[in-house]
T-cell receptor, first 114, second 111 residues
Framework: KAGVTQTPRYLIKTRGQQVTLSCSPI?????VSWYQQTPGQGLQFLFE???????NKGNFPGRFSGRQFSNSRSEMNVSTLELGDSALYLC?????????????FGQGTRLTVV | GENVEQHPSTLSVQEGDSAVIKCTYS??????FPWYKQELGKRPQLIID?????GEKKDQRIAVTLNKTAKHFSLHITETQPEDSAVYFC??????????FGKGTRLSVIA
């Protein structure tokens, strides 16, 4: 079956702009989580969506937002980009149940803010 | 929320030696303990996991041990090989929170 797909793979944006990243989960998965990965900081949790509702949120400013559609595809938006937002953004999909929690990651979107 | 710490942050071993990475967590309700491996330029992937009703699980050269009383679990890799070189993440889970990952341990296996 198809894996988790993220688009685009690479983005270069200017400070102050906004950006939208997309994540298509594995078919049947209802949970999509987003993570920011930077050197030395590991995988920092942004938010999780389950059945179109934000179920959990990490400690990121309100400039970071997301949504999930009825087909479980998810988008993440970052407004008013800052240099420090440069990172690899990974999404992960899962069944979202306590007994079936394995997260399957996409290849990531590498965002560079200049 | 869950406070997760991994030690060490970097680890170098000779090929054939063993490697141990420890993960401590704060949420006593955690009941699922996975380890993910991320090779350079690739996505993280689950390599082994354990649930709280068992103390140890093995899969060929890798194993995970759990000490719920002390709130830590460890990844053990025996007979290390160059392809074991990667960053390893733990992500203790309680069922009420998303997967929150540790900061990772960079393992280098020296041939």
């Amino acid at each position: 079956k198809a894996g988790v797909t993220q688009t685009p793979r690479y983005l270069i944006k200017t400070r102050g702009q906004q950006v939208t990243l997309s994540c298509s989960p594995i078919s049947g998965h209802r949970s999509v989580s987003w993570y920011q990965q930077t050197p030395g900081q590991g995988l920092q949790f942004l938010f999780e969506y389950f059945s179109e509702t934000q179920r959990n949120k990490g400690n990121f400013p309100g400039r970071f937002s997301g949504r999930q559609f009825s087909n479980s595809r998810s988008e993440m938006n970052v407004s008013t980009l800052e240099l420090g937002d440069s990172a690899l953004y990974l999404c992960a999909s899962s069944w979202g149940s306590p007994m079936n929690t394995e997260a399957f990651f996409g290849q990531g979107t590498r965002l560079t803010v200049v | 929320g869950e406070n997760v710490e991994q030690h060490p942050s970097t680890l170098s071993v000779q090929e054939g030696d063993s490697a141990v990475i420890k993960c401590t967590y704060s949420d006593s309700a955690s009941n699922y303990f996975p380890w993910y491996k991320q090779e350079l330029g690739k996505r993280p992937q689950l390599i082994i996991d354990i649930r709280s009703n068992v103390g140890e699980k093995k899969d060929q050269r890798i194993a995970v041990t759990l000490n719920k009383t002390a709130k830590h679990f460890s990844l053990h890799i025996t007979e290390t090989q160059p392809e074991d070189s990667a960053v390893y993440f733990c992500a203790p889970y309680s069922g009420n929170t998303p997967l929150v990952f540790g900061k990772g341990t960079r393992l280098s296996v020296i041939a």
